[in-house]
């Protein structure tokens, strides 16, 4: 038995990817632009066994199994494999890895965040199999494309900091690829925290809300003709200069913009909700009493809140979240998860001039986190989701 076990990143985007050209291959309408936030509060695990013992292939998220004939997963599996097979041609060395790629395989994979809630779960937990799989058959060089088969937004997590995704003009996809902009280390004051509202299913899949858009909606046409290519070269000026004003109003403008896009589409798709809305106009008037923009915002497919700040932003930011949102069961301490933090007591002056309205247990809890690195291969033995016989240590 051959075993590999890899750790992946989430991916923010602050440029939006919405709409395919191709949906077998992945393709999108147009770049986008993602930040990694750090795996050690945000990742996907995933080991992967192959064996000639394995009588099936079978694979398992969150201690639950799943069906493996998923097409995205199959695409992944046979890309992989074919450039194995090209890798150990072209090398003189085809033999045992030849004759592995026809083993069955197990893949046990588990996310330390919600799956299933707009956190970008699918863009880590395929950056992490395909990683872990190019590890296991031995393929070097490029892979997000491969990861792109999987899920679009899964080539951005094959790299740490601050990514690019090619939309590419090439018609078999070569050329749709993640590039770095900047490295994790580039802006070493970023931070980000993520408001977890719900981590329930979302009504809409992103994959449906895609479709519907690109057959309905005119203002998506727009976006991706006339507004993206110029934010593209925006942000990556401000992220260049580390001009977090711009850098903020762009990631705002961009989030407001796709929920317009899913608003557009007929039946139009709410993936906001009144808290939701109510974090954004916390934002604002933060950003008014403070004189100048502090924090952003943005919001993928789902109504969890991601806002950007400086580092000496966040203890200010965090009081008035628990001001306004406070939990009534729980305490702050398990309120806030992720990097230390202590959080000072809202001030009266804060709170009297954004005068807003309380919504107390709204928000179930915060994950505090900063810019991060790209996929991880962890060899220690004890990182393992596969016991010594490829069947998962916890099932249920």
């Given at each position: 038995?051959?075993?590999?076990?890899?750790?992946?990143?989430?991916?923010?985007?602050?440029?939006?990817?919405?709409?395919?050209?191709?949906?077998?291959?992945?393709?999108?309408?147009?770049?986008?632009?993602?930040?990694?936030?750090?795996?050690?509060?945000?990742?996907?695990?995933?080991?992967?066994?192959?064996?000639?013992?394995?009588?099936?292939?079978?694979?398992?998220?969150?201690?639950?199994?799943?069906?493996?004939?998923?097409?995205?997963?199959?695409?992944?599996?046979?890309?992989?494999?074919?450039?194995?097979?090209?890798?150990?041609?072209?090398?003189?060395?085809?033999?045992?890895?030849?004759?592995?790629?026809?083993?069955?395989?197990?893949?046990?994979?588990?996310?330390?965040?919600?799956?299933?809630?707009?956190?970008?779960?699918?863009?880590?937990?395929?950056?992490?199999?395909?990683?872990?799989?190019?590890?296991?058959?031995?393929?070097?060089?490029?892979?997000?494309?491969?990861?792109?088969?999987?899920?679009?937004?899964?080539?951005?997590?094959?790299?740490?900091?601050?990514?690019?995704?090619?939309?590419?003009?090439?018609?078999?996809?070569?050329?749709?690829?993640?590039?770095?902009?900047?490295?994790?280390?580039?802006?070493?004051?970023?931070?980000?925290?993520?408001?977890?509202?719900?981590?329930?299913?979302?009504?809409?899949?992103?994959?449906?809300?895609?479709?519907?858009?690109?057959?309905?909606?005119?203002?998506?046409?727009?976006?991706?003709?006339?507004?993206?290519?110029?934010?593209i070269n925006e942000i990556k000026e401000a992220i260049r200069d580390k001009d977090f004003d711009r850098?903020?109003?762009?990631?705002?403008?961009?989030?407001?913009?796709?929920?317009?896009?899913?608003?557009?589409?007929?039946?139009?798709?709410?993936?906001?909700?009144?808290?939701?809305?109510?974090?954004?106009?916390?934002?604002?008037?933060?950003?008014?009493?403070?004189?100048?923009?502090?924090?952003?915002?943005?919001?993928?497919?789902?109504?969890?809140?991601?806002?950007?700040?400086l580092e000496e932003d966040v203890p200010r930011v965090l009081s008035l979240i628990r001001h306004?949102?406070?939990?009534?069961?729980?305490?702050?301490?398990?309120?806030?998860?992720?990097?230390?933090?202590?959080?000072?007591?809202?001030?009266?002056?804060?709170?009297?001039?954004?005068?807003?309205?309380?919504?107390?247990?709204?928000?179930?809890?915060?994950?505090?986190?900063?810019?991060?690195?790209?996929?991880?291969?962890?060899?220690?033995?004890?990182?393992?989701?596969?016991?010594?016989?490829?069947?998962?240590?916890?099932?249920?």
């Open positions: 038995m051959h075993i590999v076990t890899c750790a992946a990143p989430v991916n923010i985007a602050i440029v939006k990817y919405w709409g395919k050209r191709d949906e077998t291959l992945m393709l999108p309408l147009n770049s986008s632009l993602s930040v990694t936030l750090n795996p050690v509060q945000l990742r996907a695990k995933t080991t992967v066994a192959i064996s000639r013992e394995f009588d099936k292939s079978r694979m398992w998220l969150n201690s639950v199994e799943q069906n493996i004939d998923n097409p995205r997963l199959q695409n992944v599996f046979r890309e992989i494999k074919q450039r194995a097979y090209r890798c150990h041609s072209e090398k003189n060395n085809c033999g045992n890895r030849e004759d592995m790629l026809n083993w069955h395989i197990h893949i046990c994979s588990e996310n330390n965040f919600p799956t299933s809630a707009g956190l970008a779960s699918s863009a880590a937990g395929y950056s992490c199999l395909v990683s872990a799989l190019a590890y296991l058959f031995g393929v070097d060089g490029e892979i997000s494309d491969i990861a792109r088969l999987g899920s679009g937004s899964a080539c951005r997590s094959m790299y740490g900091g601050f990514v690019e995704w090619d939309m590419g003009r090439c018609n078999d996809g070569s050329d749709s690829v993640a590039r770095p902009v900047a490295s994790n280390e580039h802006w070493p004051e970023l931070r980000a925290l993520i408001l977890v509202v719900t981590d329930d299913n979302k009504k809409t899949k992103s994959t449906e809300g895609m479709q519907k858009s690109v057959n309905t909606s005119e203002l998506l046409k727009t976006r991706v003709e006339r507004i993206v290519p110029h934010r850098f903020a109003e762009i990631t705002m403008k961009e989030s407001n913009q796709l929920h317009a896009v899913c608003l557009d589409t007929f039946p139009p798709i709410e993936y906001l909700t009144e808290v939701s809305r109510r974090i954004m106009n916390l934002v604002h008037r933060f950003n008014k009493l403070c004189g100048r923009t502090k924090v952003a915002y943005t919001f993928d497919a789902g109504p969890n809140a991601c806002l950007f700040l306004f949102f406070r939990p009534v069961n729980s305490c702050f301490e398990s309120f806030i998860h992720g990097l230390p933090i202590e959080v000072p007591r809202v001030t009266t002056d804060d709170v009297l001039t954004i005068s807003m309205g309380i919504m107390p247990d709204t928000i179930q809890y915060v994950i505090y986190t900063n810019v991060g690195c790209g996929p991880q291969r962890l060899d220690d033995c004890d990182h393992s989701l596969l016991d010594e016989k490829g069947f998962p240590k916890r099932c249920r």
